[in-house]
């Protein structure tokens, strides 16, 4: 399942970063997801307590930022997309191939037992 993966990647580079700061457990981690990201947020919330079993990260909250899609429209700039449309800017549908936000996976943030981090 590609969640179980994403979950997993995540988990290592959160634990890279605990054992970074002394090696703690993580409390709770933030995750940036972009809406056309090829990932689904419940499927990663669903995923990710078994993956954590037995890392620094057991019991972790999973806390997921969902950002949207933004392209760039030769003339309206900056718009925000509508998955539904595909890559078109939503006020006259011209195509709007450069995707300046809304691909996103990162770690965003981490809450290490006693202190935390962004
Ligand atoms: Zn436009």
Redesign the pocket.
């Known amino acids: 399942m590609h969640e179980a993966s994403v979950a997993l990647s995540l988990i290592g580079v959160a634990e890279t970063v605990a054992l970074e700061n002394g090696g703690g457990r993580v409390l709770a981690l933030t995750v940036r997801i972009g809406q056309w990201s090829a990932v689904v947020p419940t499927a990663l919330m669903a995923a990710f307590p078994a993956c954590a079993e037995g890392t620094l990260l057991e019991g972790a909250r999973l806390n997921i930022e969902l950002v949207p899609g933004v392209g760039l429209?030769?003339?309206?700039g900056r718009?925000e997309l509508e998955l539904k449309r595909g890559l078109r800017?939503?006020?006259?549908?011209?195509p709007?191939p450069t995707l300046l936000q809304g691909d996103e996976l990162e770690l965003d943030g981490l809450e290490l037992d006693g202190l935390e981090l962004q």
């Open positions: 429209c030769p003339q309206h718009v800017c939503p006020l006259c549908d011209a709007t």
